[in-house]
């Protein structure tokens, strides 16, 4: 029903924009009927950046890879290739791994693919982590110091290549990954001036609302399926997974393993002694999946965004609310609701 609306749309607004491209798009229903309900997650900050340094501690190579924040499926793949560059290929010793979010996954499928014996410790796995919670859009990370800019560049490289390579596959390894158009409206020029090979477009959406603004094009990551299969894949390939909680470095230390690599991302204050780390919650929305809605969309006001939807298998997911802090993912309702009720009025008859 939702796809007729959206050819009559078309054929209802065309000429209104006939001096530039239209596109009609099929409204999302942020209704109460289709609400399912909040999904949050926390993240690990650091003000100076992931941390990919590797140390050596009582004959144990201890390798970090935590402080992504809320980038950690931007640059996944390359702080991954960048932790198996650190670990010799002459001798496939046993790996321990702590945690199993995206970027411990990540870790494990790389070196089980290299034919190293893995085992990952953490004290929940998919579809009950972090990295599962959060809808996301491929954008490149951005490096909080100067002298990091060299280095971001290279992760953003190497894990969009792997997206890249995934969304090309007929059949590709991990589910979830596709290219997706975005529709921006309401950016000002600095935001637009972000993206590469943006359209200027005038969009009709079903409900009868028009808004001018640009498309560009992404990859989308439906992380209910990507990082389940992360985790399924691994265990195909032979990973050993042990369910403990890692509480500090004497923990970390006493594994059997002599290469450690710590993902644990926000439990790395406590696991590294990490006093700079910093809990970022993001909070959604979830609504019914809704199949019509092959798009994302973000509405700003200016500089600051008031709203995006990305759509995915199981939910549509409206965002986001963002806190720091070790009560960061404390319920807010109030700004939940006005979360909803901006992309209401967003998509209101007129």
Not at 127 to 133: D, Y
Not at 268 to 275: F, L, P, Q, R, W
Not at 279 to 290: A, D, I, L, R, Y
Request: net charge neutral; charged share 20%.
């Amino acid at each position: 029903m939702l796809k007729l609306q959206s050819i009559l749309c078309c054929l209802v607004m065309a000429s209104a924009f006939a001096a530039e491209e239209s596109i009609c798009l099929p409204s999302p229903d942020f209704s109460k009927c289709c609400f399912k309900g909040y999904r949050q997650a926390a993240f690990a900050d650091r003000a100076s950046g992931v941390n990919l340094k590797s140390e050596i501690i009582g004959g144990k190579l201890l390798i970090q890879n935590y402080g992504h924040g809320m980038h950690g499926h931007s640059i996944t793949w390359g702080s991954a290739e960048m932790v198996a560059s650190y670990i010799s290929v002459e001798n496939k010793r046993p790996v321990a791994i702590i945690g199993a979010g995206v970027n411990g996954l990540s870790v494990a499928n790389i070196l089980l693919d290299r034919g190293y014996p893995v085992t990952i410790y953490a004290s929940c796995y998919p579809p009950n982590t972090a990295s599962n919670i959060s809808p996301y859009l491929w954008e490149p990370a951005k490096a909080p110091r100067d002298d990091q800019k060299d280095l971001y560049k290279k992760l953003n490289e190497l894990s969009y290549l792997h997206f890249r390579d995934l969304t090309a596959s007929a059949s590709p390894e991990y589910r979830g990954v596709t290219m997706i158009p975005v529709y921006t409206f309401g950016a000002s020029d600095a935001i637009k001036a972000e993206h590469k090979d943006v359209k200027d477009v005038s969009v009709t959406f079903c409900s009868g609302r028009s808004y001018k603004g640009f498309q560009w094009c992404t990859i989308a990551i439906d992380t209910d399926l990507y990082v389940c299969d992360l985790f399924r894949k691994a265990q195909e390939k032979g990973a050993y997974f042990v369910p403990r909680t890692i509480k500090n470095k004497g923990d970390l230390l006493s594994l059997k393993e002599t290469i450690i690599v710590n993902c644990s991302g926000v439990g790395a204050k406590e696991v590294s002694g990490d006093t700079t780390v910093i809990p970022v919650c993001t909070k959604f929305m979830t609504f019914e999946p809704q199949p019509s809605i092959e798009y994302a969309a973000e509405v700003f006001e200016g500089d600051n965004r008031l709203f995006f939807y990305v759509p995915g298998s199981y939910r549509l997911s409206l965002g986001v609310i963002t806190s720091k802090g070790d009560k960061a993912c404390d319920a807010d309702e109030v700004k939940g609701h006005k979360l909803v009720k901006n992309a209401q009025d967003f998509f209101a008859f007129p």
